[in-house]
Nanobody, 123 residues
Framework: VQLQASGGGLVQAGGSLRLSCAASGRTFSLYNMGWFRQAPGKEREFVAAISSSGSSTYYADSVKGRFTISRDNAKNTVYLQMNSLKPEDTAVYHC?????????????????WGQGTLVTVSS
């Protein structure tokens, strides 16, 4: 499966953005999906994950209550709605797909990765 993330940009603290990740190739509904982010000089960190059906979601503590992951299997797309953004949310955000594991916070459990989209939150 090929993944294409979009929706990043520059936003002021307290603002919102919605990231999208469009998938092509194999049947999207078979994949468990995740969002990760990587800030300059830091390791890639887990943000959120969603099961293949969309019935289960998982969040990092740092974004719980502010971010919402969702998916539309008819549109082959997974979303990350980000509200109440903070400067520390600044990073390149990547979407990822996993063949078997779901809800994983470990990057190596994901089999396919998109190229990333930059989110910059100004104070």
């Amino acid at each position: 499966v090929q993944l294409q993330a979009s929706g990043g940009g520059l936003v002021q603290a307290g603002g919102s953005l919605r990231l999208s990740c469009a998938a092509s190739g194999r049947t999207f509904s078979l994949y468990n999906m995740g969002w990760f982010r990587q800030a300059p000089g830091k390791e890639r960190e887990f943000v959120a994950a969603i099961s293949s059906s969309g019935s289960s979601t998982y969040y990092a503590d740092s974004v719980k209550g502010r971010f919402t992951i969702s998916r539309d299997n008819a549109k082959n797309t997974v979303y990350l709605q980000m509200n109440s953004l903070k400067p520390e949310d600044t990073a390149v955000y990547h979407c990822a797909a996993a063949d078997f594991t779901y809800g994983s916070r470990v990057p190596s459990d994901y089999d396919y990765w998109g190229q990333g989209t930059l989110v910059t939150v100004s104070s």
